[in-house]
Nanobody
Framework: QVQLVESGGGLVQPGGSLRLSCTAS????????MGWFRQAPGKEREFVAC????????YYAASVKGRFTISKDNAKNTVNLQMSSLKPEDTAVYFC?????????????????WGQGTQVTVSS
């Protein structure tokens, strides 16, 4: 079993930056492909970014590409999401997810383990 705990959410003005972190425990972190998803009120959970087990491969949703950066530190059992040039439409609860499948994915059902989420609000 994998336990995931997100941190770093908060209130930020449009154009600002935030860094989300997700700390994992319970199994070998370096075996896991990781993802970030988000869910706004009244909307379905959507893919944001993912990274493979080694941290060498990343993939982003079109809506965040060029503004967000995902990274993985296997020594610290953490995956981070650096968010910049934030927009009001980025407001959502952000979830960290993990999968032991051989490839990283962009779909909710491809992930086996989820954190509790952290709120990000972009507003002036």
């Amino acid at each position: 079993q994998v336990q995931l705990v997100e941190s770093g959410g908060g209130l930020v003005q449009p154009g600002g930056s935030l860094r989300l972190s997700c700390t994992a425990s319970g199994r070998t972190f370096s075996d896991l492909n990781m993802g970030w998803f988000r869910q706004a009120p009244g909307k379905e959970r959507e893919f944001v970014a993912c990274i493979n087990w080694s941290g060498e491969l990343t993939y982003y949703a079109a809506s965040v590409k060029g503004r967000f950066t995902i990274s993985k530190d296997n020594a610290k059992n953490t995956v981070n999401l650096q968010m910049s040039s934030l927009k009001p439409e980025d407001t959502a609860v952000y979830f960290c997810a993990a999968t032991s499948r051989p490839r990283m994915g962009t779909l909710v059902h491809e992930y086996d383990h989820w954190g509790q989420g952290t709120q990000v609000t972009v507003s002036s």
